[in-house]
């Protein structure tokens, strides 16, 4: 639909969003008052991007020029229409001018994907030995798919992408089709620009970590990871695309071809099997499977990757800090969102540096919160988190065990991970 | 460096019945700048694809330098696509952010150095090698982009559209910025627009591309003065030149009341009618000549455009004049136009050729 107004906007949207009409359009998105804007984490792009509130819906707001937003609508609309995992587009803002009828650049509008995280975020929030790897291996998965759709993406990298977290593993969502295009088919040259082009990205990301302080790595380490994209890609588009032909009498092999799947860490779940015409040729493709309810709730709105006990006590801590903030009615997300600001991450950046590989970020919380009820309980009066906090890290973590080398083989791998 | 050939190269796309690019002959040289433009669809952006081994090549050859590159991977071609990854780093110093690719290259620290410090000197970013993109202005943050892809010393920058996404002012300094760096640089460059103003503002040469097919290349100058047919002639060129379907008569071309006149010779093959043209700032006020009807008067200071219309038989024709624009004829009255002597374009009515004459 197409909606002129006074200033003769111009609003194309898939859906009437009238709310849309009350955002000051006639303002730089960079500008904005805070009031229109939520929360969220931010990615680095070329243009001038924010996520906004409205309703009890957070859009993300971007700014370009109107042959781009447009393009870039329609490209989307493409995508998910093809069921690509990507971002949703909400519409296109033409015909923007300041009150002294300065012309100011369209906007392109999506939904911002519910509890999903910009790989900065990754790497804040978890202690996962292999998250970068896991990040990269989504990505590869989410290049094989872009490319089975004929979509060459032209500039992938971690930036373009968000994650959500899924049971240690994590779904990539394309999020910026900018430099996209759809074709029947993607040639090999396409293919390879577009690896080539990942793997420089990814390395060059992760050195930006890596300069931010917020992991530690070599330069082997970096390019062990960045590489991953690579490797990881080929063997699955090989697996997924290179026919294999047999009686209908030979079922096994489709099981044999799944365990070759399972092997290269893509479970049964992730996996769909189509035949051709002739039903010779077999295609699988991956999703994504995850387990336990309190886990996946919580991941689902903080992106915190915690165990099952730890999820539920630090939902419980979600929910009492919803209730003390009266906030039952606000969008879940939303104040998700604001109790990682307030609660859970304060806490974080107070552990010592040196003592970070005692305990899990969520065991840690999980403590903290234990240590509070004591303290509360001492004074007879209700102790603040932060002051809660202070006391842990200065009394009782420093006493735990070093448990980096008992909680398994893989994190001895582990790189140090430093909040920001 | 290195020169880059495309030999009939063609390009089908699959179940297409159409070449998007027909047996493309071109040669660009050493440390040149060649601009591709044409309308949407024409195959410029197919070529310049070809060219970086992200379109198959179905016919033909594409070589840069004596090397034949047709199926090499888009990697191994010694090629840098410029602006496609345009993200800085926020906490990468300036100098990291434009050798990085070298070092995921495993090339030593003193190579990356120096050639960053190269790249720096040209790009007028030496002093801000330090810092982060941050501190840097918009200009300078593109620049510093624009290292990323010079320090990797390519034989070919290969440019699609780069500027598509700035607003019209940093569109025209950009593009100013990019010529002149190119010329500094001195490698060989393929740019791709459908802006005909950038492209003769910023080419060496100026390859015009219309379905698939190369129409003509050239300096922009010689394009500008010498269309090789219609297409060129109408696409090169703002305002537009002013094509006009007039008839021959003895000893040239019937030009209102008047006639232009053109050699025998010349107009031995054509027909009835005959193209002609004329660019705008090329007409001149008359007596006699083509009469126009003026419709629209454009202002501009020293300059006036008149936007009107050639009323001929049964057909109108829009026509397009500058004039003095201290005294521009009135909105409604009708004028004479006679063409400048020698800047008269004659095309062929049917084939739309050139038709050379020594006028």
Known sequence: ?420 | MATVTYDKATRLYPGGDKPAVDALDLHIEDGEFLVLVGPSGCGKSTSLRMLAGLEDVNGGRILIGDRDVTTVPPKDRDIAMVFQNYALYPHMTVADNMGFALKIAGTPKDEIKRRVQEAAKILDLEDYLARKPKALSGGQRQRVAMGRAIVRQPQVFLMDEPLSNLDAKLRVQTRTQIASLQRRLGVTTVYVTHDQVEAMTMGDRVAVLKDGILQQVDTPRRMYDHPNNVFVAGFIGSPAMNLLTLPVTEGGVLFGDSIHPVERAALAATGKNITLGVRPEDMELAEHGLPVSVDVVEELGADAYIYGTLRQGESDMPVIARVDGRQPPAKGSTVHFQPKRGHVHLFDDNSGLRIETTA
């Open chain 1, 1 to 420: 639909m197409s909606l002129p107004t006074a200033t003769s906007l111009q609003i194309t949207a898939s859906r009437p969003y009238p709310e849309l009409l009350d955002l000051p359009w006639e303002v730089p998105l960079e500008d904005w008052p805070q009031h229109h804007l939520a929360a969220l984490p931010r990615g680095i792009s070329r243009h001038v991007v924010r996520f906004v509130k409205l309703g009890s819906r957070v859009l993300a707001v971007k700014e370009t020029n109107a042959e781009i937003a447009h393009r870039e609508y329609r490209m989307l609309r493409l995508l998910n229409r093809l069921e690509v995992p990507s971002v949703q587009p909400v519409g296109v803002i033409t015909g923007r001018t300041t009150p002294d009828g300065e012309p100011l650049n369209s906007v392109l509008i999506t939904r911002h994907l519910q509890f999903s995280l910009p790989y900065r975020a990754l790497y804040s929030q978890t202690l996962r030995p292999d998250t970068a790897k896991r990040a990269v291996d989504a990505l590869a998965v989410l290049l094989v798919r872009l490319h089975l759709t004929g979509f060459y993406w032209g500039d992938v990298s971690l930036s373009n992408t968000l994650f959500r977290r899924d049971a240690g593993a994590f779904a990539a969502y394309l999020v910026d089709a900018e430099t996209g295009e759809l074709y029947d088919q993607v040639s090999d040259g396409q293919r390879e620009y577009d690896l080539d082009v990942a793997r420089t990205n990814i390395a060059g990301e992760l050195m930006d970590v890596v300069a931010s302080g917020a992991l530690e790595a070599d330069m082997d380490e970096v390019l062990a990871i960045s590489d991953r994209i690579i490797s990881r890609y080929r063997t699955l588009w090989g697996e997924l695309t290179e026919p294999e032909s047999f009686e209908k009498g030979d079922r096994w092999r489709v099981e044999a071809r799944i365990r070759r799947l399972n092997d290269l860490g893509f479970d049964v779940g992730e996996l769909a099997i189509t035949t051709d015409i002739d039903g010779t040729t077999v295609r699988i493709e991956p999703k994504v499977v995850d387990a336990g309810h309190h886990s996946r709730r919580l991941l689902r709105l903080t992106g915190l990757d915690a165990e099952e006990n730890q999820a539920r006590r630090l939902l419980n801590d979600l929910d009492s800090y919803r209730a003390a903030t009266e906030r039952q009615g606000d969008d879940e997300e939303i104040v998700a969102h604001e109790w990682m600001a307030d609660c859970f991450e304060p806490v974080q950046r107070r552990i010592p540096r040196e003592l970070r590989g005692k305990l899990e970020p969520a065991e840690v919380f999980h403590e903290v919160l234990e240590h509070r009820w004591y303290l509360s309980e001492r004074a007879g009066r209700d102790v603040g988190l932060e002051e809660a906090a202070q006391s842990y890290m200065g009394s009782v973590l420093p006493t735990k065990p070093d448990e980096v080398a008992v909680l398994g083989v893989d994190t001895q791998a582990l790189p140090v991970v430093r909040t920001d």
